[in-house]
């Protein structure tokens, strides 16, 4: 099968140079591709010609947009969050809207999203993850004593960079409840939710970490215990329990669902902590079947039914 992901473009490397959101994904899926016997590739969408490919996978929407005026069939991917920030009568929805309107099928990275748009070619289809470059240091791991606990993620939203679109607020809150070690780690962006909350800098076992090499990352899993929320499957995958909140449709077993509450954390944590036995092999065993390898697999399936 020959396969082309189009290229998002706006200065995204394919492969990422180090850290990355769509242009990761696309990797992924393209060395995946390979390894599986196909021909997988990436090009910008203006260099893809009608009927060059069996399946071309869009990323997003503008230039899912721009295949359908020239005649090229295409698979569409969501990944952009502002569809719902921004709501329903926002330029950026209409746009995805039309793109899935326009696509042979659309996939959605959560339940909800399906609902959210309401429209038949909306189907649920989750991320996964690269289960070897993310594993866990010890294979029998012991329930810690003083479990450190750690946030991964880029703060933000819509334009304001403070906004705490990433809940770190109750990570540190969760830290000081229990008088715990927490790490806040990612990108400089983060430093203006910091700004803003200068209360979080006076909990004196907060570190804060920006601009990690993507290279370093399973170090920084390793040195650490329980996740906190944003990058579920990396955490899982390296031999992390995660307390987060996500939709009541998706079991992630090795996961603790909590909303954005404290005291509902805490009982994650405590309930973590006195059941190691169960949390940890099962978290890592959730990550494997959700490797990018399985997701990939799947992924063909869908090319062939709505593809070809």
């Known amino acids: 099968m020959k396969i082309c992901h189009v290229d998002p473009g706006c200065g995204l490397t394919i492969p990422p140079k180090d850290w990355g959101a769509i242009e990761k994904i696309i990797w992924e899926f393209e060395v995946n591709q390979t390894v599986l016997g196909h021909d997988s590739t990436h090009k910008m969408a203006a260099d893809i010609q009608p ?6 996978h869009c990323h997003v929407a503008n230039l899912a947009n721009s295949l359908k005026e020239r005649g090229i069939p295409y698979i569409y991917q969501l990944h952009d969050h502002h569809v719902l ?7 950026v929805y209409k746009e995805n809207l039309k793109a899935i309107e326009g696509s042979l099928i659309s996939l959605m990275p959560a339940n909800w999203l399906v609902d959210y748009f309401n429209h038949p070619k909306c189907v649920y289809f989750s991320h996964g993850v690269n289960i070897d470059e993310f594993y866990p240091k010890n294979i029998k791991k012991t329930t810690p004593s003083n479990p450190k606990l750690l946030m991964l993620a880029n703060n933000g939203l819509g334009g304001d960079r403070a906004f705490d679109r990433k809940g770190f607020q109750f990570g540190i809150g969760l830290a000081m409840l229990n008088n715990l070690e927490i790490t806040v780690a990612g990108p400089s962006n983060n430093k ?12 004196p076992k907060l570190n804060l970490v920006f601009d990690t090499p993507n290279t370093e990352l399973l170090d920084l899993y390793h040195d650490h215990d ?48 006195n059941n190691w036995d169960f ?3 099962n978290c890592v065993k959730t990550a494997q079947n959700l490797s990018w390898l399985n997701r990939t697999k799947d992924l063909i399936k869908i090319y062939k039914l709505y593809a070809l």
């Open 85 to 91: 920030h921004y709501g329903k009568d926002s330029h």
């Open 51 to 56: 009927g060059e490919f069996d399946v071309v």
């Open 192 to 203: 203006h939710f910091f700004n803003k909350n200068l209360w979080t800098l006076n909990y």
């Open 279 to 281: 949390y940890f092999p």
């Open 226 to 273: 329980i996740f906190i929320h944003p990058t579920m499957l990396e955490a899982l995958s390296s031999g992390l329990p995660v307390i987060a909140d996500w939709e009541m449709e998706v079991d992630l077993y090795g996961c603790w669902r909590a909303p954005r509450d404290v005291f509902e954390m805490d009982r994650g944590l405590k309930n973590i902590l």
